[in-house]
């Protein structure tokens, strides 16, 4: 104990320093163990492992599509979080909040453009991504149940595109969900309850725009972020990205 | 407990002699190479994906600014749009069920899940993983490329060709 | 512990009935416990599932008035706005037929001035008789009839709860 070594003038001298300090808890080690802990030391780093395989860094091989629509969906995310501020679930306000967005609010144009454009691109890159990995034979054995995750998440990509056609309350909308719902009714004997409780009533009406709005902003994101998330672990324990066996 | 099997790594040759010749101090042959051809994911691959994510960023960016998303007019229950159809990604549904809302509506898609969900499980063949269209799996590439060749065309056809009353025409006819 | 065995040759087909029985004991416990709290659990979890499904719904009367008869004088064909039918009144008598197609829900538009097709869909092109049945296109089936009666008032009401099947018309 070395006490005398302590005052509080000291600690406000050293104040930036160690606040610094007791965030990325690193200091004394090589480069190579600074690089290392930089990467598992850091909690949202930490789902990559601190070596990769060169071939996981090939541009060539994976085009990075995978990452591209992860990159979307974090667009999609704080775009969408954005455009909550100002818009209200009901078939009388919905239509004039988009108008609004297009006219009144400062960014709003840009900001429903975002996600409108990013929610396509999504769509067209998980879908390039499921055909990259089949193409390189990525979802053999040990990666069966990635693959098969994968597909799930495929799935809540375009429910959660589906979900968000309705919001804006326009033409598109209303017609394209009417005949969404109906090619759901004709599934075999469930068919008429399943539209029944997708649309909360017996027409696209009010109960059907939020029911939709709250699959859109909660159920279905959380839902994704979830699936993301074990998708990535899986990645890192079934033993990092696929490569040709021989290497 | 069963005893783990016993392998030599490197079984002796009966025919040669082995002795040790000397220890060296220094670097190993593996320097700045790693173990197995790996690099520092730090700074190696954040680098590569931080440069991505704002590339995706910027032409996120430049396409919102050139292109409005569309907006028509507010939603009404009693008149139809003149054709109706669905988002682009499911246009290539909306194609097949106007052939037969059963089969595809429910019947192609629940499949296209299924065969989807069960592909590596059937698809047990070991070889070719990490290569783009490996030779040892030319059947599974050509049917998979039958499958993505033709949503694509569902998909053109529906969105393109299709005009009011969904009849088909060409998109420079008036 | 059944410690008083002491001859090994009789104790090792012994011990392996005893385990054999265990086994199977374990195994059926395992089983109706699962069981017991799949359908516990899965029970609680569909019967929750009722809370999806609305118990008043704030949609408009399936039975409602059209207007009197004079407003449809024999041969003419109108449609009610919102309400998704066309009220038909011919020389024998009046019908109403629903515009909803009856493959996807979409609205019909009828058609003037063509002795074969009376109806058509512009989501997928089906295309149907005056009568309603099914001319081409997609649609699985012909579009319903409703029933159709005046009240005491003299006013005419439809009710789109109830379909004509026997596709009879209103006498008037």
Not at chain 1, 127 to 142: D, E, I, N, Q
Not at chain 2, 20 to 27: C, K, Q
Not at chain 3, 72 to 100: C, K, N, Q
Request: aromatic share 12%; with cysteine.
């Amino acid at each position: 104990m070395s006490e005398s070594a302590y005052s509080i003038k000291e600690s406000i001298m050293q104040l930036p320093r160690n606040i610094k300090a007791s965030i990325s808890r690193r200091g004394e080690g090589t480069a190579e163990q600074e690089r290392a802990a930089a990467v598992f030391g850091n909690m949202f780093l930490h789902v990559h492992p601190v070596r990769v395989h060169v071939n996981s860094l090939r541009a060539g091989y994976t085009f990075g599509l995978g990452l591209i629509s992860f990159y979307l969906f974090l667009i999609l995310v704080a775009s969408g979080l954005l455009l909550m501020f100002y818009y209200t679930p009901s078939t009388e306000l919905a239509y004039r909040n988009m108008k609004d967005l297009e006219y009144v609010v400062t960014f709003g144009v840009i900001l429903r453009n975002v996600h409108r454009w990013s929610a396509h691109a999504m769509v067209a890159f998980v879908f390039l991504h499921m055909c990259r990995v089949f193409y390189t034979g990525s979802y053999k054995a040990p990666r069966e149940f990635n693959w098969v995750i994968g597909v799930f998440l495929l799935l809540v990509t375009l429910f959660l595109s589906f979900t968000g056609y309705l919001l804006p309350w326009d033409q598109l909308a209303f017609w394209a969900v009417t005949v969404g719902s109906n090619i759901a009714s004709y599934m075999p004997v469930l068919g008429d309850y399943v539209r029944f409780l997708m649309l909360g009533g017996n027409e696209v009406g009010q109960m059907a725009l939020l029911r939709f709005y709250v699959l859109h902003v909660v159920a279905l994101p959380l839902l994704a972020a979830t699936l993301l998330g074990v998708h990535f672990w899986r990645i890192r324990k079934d033993g990092g990205l696929s490569r040709p066996s021989n290497d | 407990m069963q005893a783990a099997k016993k392998e030599e790594i490197f079984p002796k040759d009966p025919n040669k002699t082995y002795s040790l010749m000397a220890i060296v101090d220094g670097d190993s042959f593996q320097v700045e190479k790693g173990p197995e051809d790996t690099v520092q994911s730090w700074p190696h691959l954040m680098v590569r994906e931080l440069g991505l994510f704002l590339l995706v960023l910027a032409v996120i960016l430049g396409v919102s600014l050139l292109f409005n998303a569309p907006l028509e007019e507010a939603a009404n229950p009693q008149h139809s749009t003149n054709p109706a159809k669905a988002p682009w990604y499911f246009v290539g549904i909306q194609e097949l069920v106007s052939y037969s809302a059963l089969l595809g509506g429910i019947v192609t898609p629940a499949l296209i899940v299924v065969s989807l969900l069960l592909l590596p499980y059937l698809d047990r063949n070991p070889k070719g993983t990490g290569v783009w269209f490996s030779r040892d799996r030319r059947v599974a590439t050509i049917l998979f490329t039958i499958f993505v060749v033709a949503m694509v065309i569902l998909i053109l056809i529906g969105q393109f060709l299709r005009g009011p009353n969904w009849h088909l025409y060409l998109p420079w006819s008036n | 512990m059944s410690s008083e065995n002491s001859t090994g040759a009789t104790i090792l087909p012994f011990r392996t009935t005893d385990e054999a029985v265990d086994e199977e004991r374990r195994g059926f416990v395992k089983k109706m416990a699962v069981t017991a709290l799949t359908l516990g659990v899965g029970g609680a979890a569909i019967q929750s599932a009722r809370f999806f499904k609305p118990n008043v719904l704030y949609e408009p009367s399936k039975a409602f008035k059209v207007g009197d008869l004079s407003t449809f004088p024999i041969g003419s064909r109108i449609v009610i706005e919102g309400r998704g039918i066309e009220i038909v009144r011919e020389r024998d008598g009046m019908h109403a037929i629903s515009l909803v197609c009856t493959h996807l829900g979409c609205l019909i538009k009828p058609v003037e001035n063509d002795p074969d097709i009376g109806y058509m869909c512009p989501c997928h092109g089906s295309t149907f008789a005056h009568k309603g049945e099914v001319q081409g296109g997609p649609a699985p089936k012909d579009l319903p009839w409703y029933e159709m009666y005046m009240d005491n008032t003299g006013a005419l009401v439809v009710d789109t709860s109830k379909v004509n099947h026997k596709r009879t018309k209103l006498a008037v």
